[in-house]
């Protein structure tokens, strides 16, 4: 079963670029596709990044998603105070038939 | 425009059973390309994915909920609905209804879609 390992905060400045990861365990996470989700406080969570660098029609560019080995990341440039938000990485498992959450990452813009 | 909107109970005593219906607009519920999920959320914590169904009524749970959870299909009000029996406070979270699309490559897209979640409490 995979399981998915978010650092429960970051921070940073206007401007400033910053990278929010998941890790993955399992012996196939190298398989598996990451997905991002952004989630405002008091609303549902957004689609940024599906098969771990595609971005959905209506998501900027600022946004980028990569995959290595395994751990995946989501880059974040041009950091605005509309970012701050908390950020889920997300997986299909195969053998669990079923999707599956990193605790998420809470991201503050000083 | 697609959306979900999630309706049911916001309060459930414990050992009862949880139950909650996602109304789809926009989109036929019985679209091949479709998965139709839900997902939970304690207050301030992280996502976990409860199951989902496919338009064929073809389902599959979270294995850790899945001796208390049905996921159905009513294809004529093109909504699908939750039941979670035997809740505990445990169970008291944000509920989402969302939708996974499976594009002509067959890869999935992930959850585009999203109703505004509801808030359910169990207490007595």
């Known amino acids: 079963q995979s399981v998915l390992t978010q650092t429960p905060s970051a921070s940073g400045t206007p401007g400033q670029r910053v990278i929010i990861s998941c890790s993955g365990s399992?012996?196939?996470?190298?398989?598996?596709?990451v997905y991002w989700y952004q989630q405002v406080p008091g609303t549902a969570p957004r689609l940024l990044i599906y098969r771990n660098e595609q971005r959905p029609s209506g998501v900027p560019d600022r946004f980028s998603g990569s995959k290595s080995g395994t751990s995946a990341s989501l880059a974040i440039s041009g950091l605005r105070s509309e970012d701050e938000a908390d950020y889920h990485c997300?997986?299909?498992?195969?053998?669990?038939?079923?999707?599956?959450f990193g605790g998420g990452t809470k991201l503050t813009v000083l | 425009q697609v959306q979900l909107q999630e309706s049911g109970p916001r309060l459930v005593k414990p050992s009862e059973t949880l139950s909650l219906t996602c109304t789809v607009s926009?989109?036929?519920?019985?679209?091949?390309?479709?998965?139709w999920s839900w997902i939970r959320q304690p207050a301030g914590k992280g996502l976990q994915w409860i199951g989902r169904?496919?338009?064929?009524?073809?389902?599959n749970y979270n294995p850790s909920l899945m001796s208390r959870v049905t996921i159905s299909v009513d294809t004529s009000k093109n909504q699908f609905s939750l039941e979670l029996r035997a809740v505990t406070a445990t169970d008291t979270a944000f509920y989402y209804c969302?939708?996974?699309?499976?594009?002509?490559?067959?890869?999935?897209?992930?959850?585009?879609?999203w109703g505004q979640g509801i808030l359910v409490t169990v207490s007595s």
């Open positions: 399992g012996s196939d996470f190298g398989n598996k596709y």
């Open positions: 969302a939708r996974v699309w499976r594009n002509g490559n067959g890869h999935f897209i992930g959850f585009d879609y």
């Open positions: 997300a997986a299909w498992d195969s053998n669990l038939s079923g999707w599956v």
């Open positions: 926009g989109a036929s519920i019985t679209s091949g390309s479709s998965y």
């Open positions: 169904i496919y338009t064929s009524g073809r389902t």
